[in-house]
């Protein structure tokens, strides 16, 4: 067994979620540096669990900054402006009168489309609706897991192709609903772009395989003519959204969670108009995929 598997808990308690995927973690003080002890055992949990919410830690920005940090060194996130002062948080917030889907209201691996996406996301709720607003993750470790031999021996030298255009692109659904949203999304050809990566990477620290595909980012795979990549696509993503892989999240205000953009996709699902739903929010830096 890996260290990852054999290591007890003696700073923090963990509770893990059904097939372990996600877990909410107490007894760590996030506002205040963690000792080395504690900060390895939530790495620890992190690699095992994938999405950890830390519950009643209501984080100033500059805490949530220095938590971040702890983690490791900040991402760089495009296509929506930070927040002033805090050039490393984005305010993710929704309106009481607005009523297109929410920000990242489909499923999605975080800027999947860098050379180098995050290998995380930390999320600090603010204001919470009294309905809705969850959060959808899906465990894309234990869907590649599932797969039949077959299969995995035809995605194993596939490359996927990501790009930001059907979010970000001047054509995408973002660009014709800039008015309409509270929040500072910046559209761009730069958008355009494309950038390939292995369609099943290796986790770094875990040494497991995910499918890393989403259907936001993911336009196609390389070499292969788009009649034949949408259904095979298509057929994965039906795969991964069932069930058994999904841990549906519900927020309490003062939450923090931080989640691991290599081995799992997300979903913000909507159901609370009428209510305002403010997040804050940090990327960590992650590696070239393999
Ligand atoms: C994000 C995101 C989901 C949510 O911040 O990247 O997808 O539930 N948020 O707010
Ligand atoms: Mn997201």
């Known amino acids: 067994m890996s260290p990852v598997a054999e290591a007890a808990y003696r700073t923090i308690?963990?509770?893990p979620r059904a097939h372990g995927f996600g877990a909410e973690v107490t007894g760590a003080d996030l506002s205040r540096p963690l000792d080395a002890a504690t900060l390895g055992e939530v790495r620890t949990a992190w690699a095992r669990h994938a999405v950890l919410s830390f519950p009643n830690q209501p984080l100033s920005l500059d805490e949530l900054e220095a938590f971040t940090l702890q983690i490791g060194p900040f991402g760089?996130?495009?296509y929506v402006a930070p927040m002033p002062g805090h050039p490393n948080v984005l305010e993710v917030r929704r309106e009481p009168d607005e009523t297109l889907s929410p920000f990242g209201g489909a499923w999605h691996s975080d800027w999947s489309f860098q050379a180098a996406p995050p290998a995380a996301t930390i999320l600090r709720s603010e204001v919470i609706p009294p309905v809705g607003g969850d959060t959808l993750f899906c465990d894309a470790a234990r869907a590649y897991d599932a797969l039949d031999e077959a299969t995995k021996a035809q995605l194993?030298?596939?490359k996927a192709v990501h790009s930001a255009s059907r979010a970000y692109g001047p054509k995408s659904q973002y660009a014709r609903e800039l008015d309409q949203r509270s929040m500072p999304i910046i559209v761009s050809p730069e958008a355009d772009k494309t950038c390939v990566h292995p369609l099943v990477r290796t986790h770094p620290v875990t040494g497991r395989k995910a499918l890393f595909i989403s259907p936001v980012y993911t336009v196609g795979i390389e070499g292969m003519a788009p009649n034949a990549a949408?259904?095979?696509?298509?057929?994965?993503?039906?795969h991964m959204t069932q069930d058994q892989f999904i841990y549906r999240h519900v927020w309490r205000e003062g939450m923090v969670l931080i989640w691991d953009n290599?081995?799992?996709?997300?979903n913000a699902m909507g159901g609370y108009d009428g209510h305002r739903r403010v997040m804050h929010r940090t990327t960590v830096a992650g590696e070239t995929p393999v």
């Open 76 to 78: 760089d996130d495009p």
């Open 156 to 158: 194993a030298p596939m």
């Open 262 to 266: 290599r081995c799992t996709m997300h």
């Open 230 to 238: 949408a259904p095979l696509l298509a057929g994965l993503y039906q």
């Open 13 to 15: 308690t963990v509770k």
